[in-house]
């Protein structure tokens, strides 16, 4: 079956524009979570969506927003984006947010200028 | 605060060796431990996980280790082979396993033919 799919791949942005960044689950994968990876910091937990719902929600400003719709599909948006917004942004599905069966997609890269 | 520490940027290990990348955690309330393995432009992959009831489990060539008074884990592969170079994520959670993960900062680890 069809893996976990972000897109764009990679995007370039200016200062204080905004972004919506798109993650399609695995099929029949009801939870979605959204990890912010930058150099020396490891992966940081955004916030997570199971059934359209956002269930937890990690340590980041207002900017950082996130919807799931009602086939699970999930979006990501930054909006007013900074420097330091310029990360790799990784979702990963599973059927009920159990963390051992959480499957990655290859992320998107955005790069902000 | 890094609630999870991989103290480690970079491990180079023989091919054949044991490879041993180390893992430590703050946060009494972590409960479930997962380690995560990250080629290059994809996503991590899980690969192994250890609930705080054992202090051992075993995969094949991969083993982690949990001392829970020391809060610290490890991930032994024996032995490396080449496919193994990649970077290394170890990642916590609470109520084992439904609460959101968080990740070390990784290590890179580079197996040498």
């Known amino acids: 079956k069809a893996g976990v799919t972000q897109t764009p791949r990679y995007l370039i942005k200016t200062r204080g524009q905004q972004v919506t960044l798109s993650c399609s689950p695995i099929s029949g994968h009801r939870s979605v979570s959204w990890y912010q990876q930058t150099p020396g910091q490891g992966l940081q937990f955004l916030f997570e969506y199971f059934s359209e719902t956002q269930r937890n929600k990690g340590n980041f400003p207002g900017r950082f927003s996130g919807r799931q719709f009602s086939n699970s599909r999930s979006e990501m948006n930054v909006s007013t984006l900074e420097l330091g917004d310029s990360a790799l942004y990784l979702c990963a599905s599973s059927l009920d947010g159990r963390n051992t069966e959480a499957f990655f997609g290859q992320g998107t890269r955005l790069t902000v200028v | 605060d890094q609630q999870v520490k991989q103290n480690s940027p970079s491990l180079s290990v023989q091919e054949g060796r044991i490879s041993i990348l180390n893992c430590d955690y703050t946060?009494?309330?972590?409960?479930?431990f997962l380690w995560y393995k990250k080629y290059p432009a994809e996503g991590p992959t899980f690969l192994i996980s250890i609930s705080s009831i054992k202090d051992k489990n075993e995969d094949g060539r991969f083993t982690v280790f949990l001392n829970k008074s020391a809060k610290h884990l490890s991930l032994h592969i024996v032995p490396s082979q080449p496919g193994d170079s990649a970077v290394y994520f170890c990642?916590?959670?609470?109520?084992?396993?439904?609460?959101?993960?968080?990740f070390g900062t990784g290590t890179r680890l580079t197996i040498i033919p």
């Open positions: 990642a916590a959670s609470g109520s084992f396993g439904n609460e959101k993960l968080t």
């Open positions: 946060n009494s309330m972590f409960d479930y």
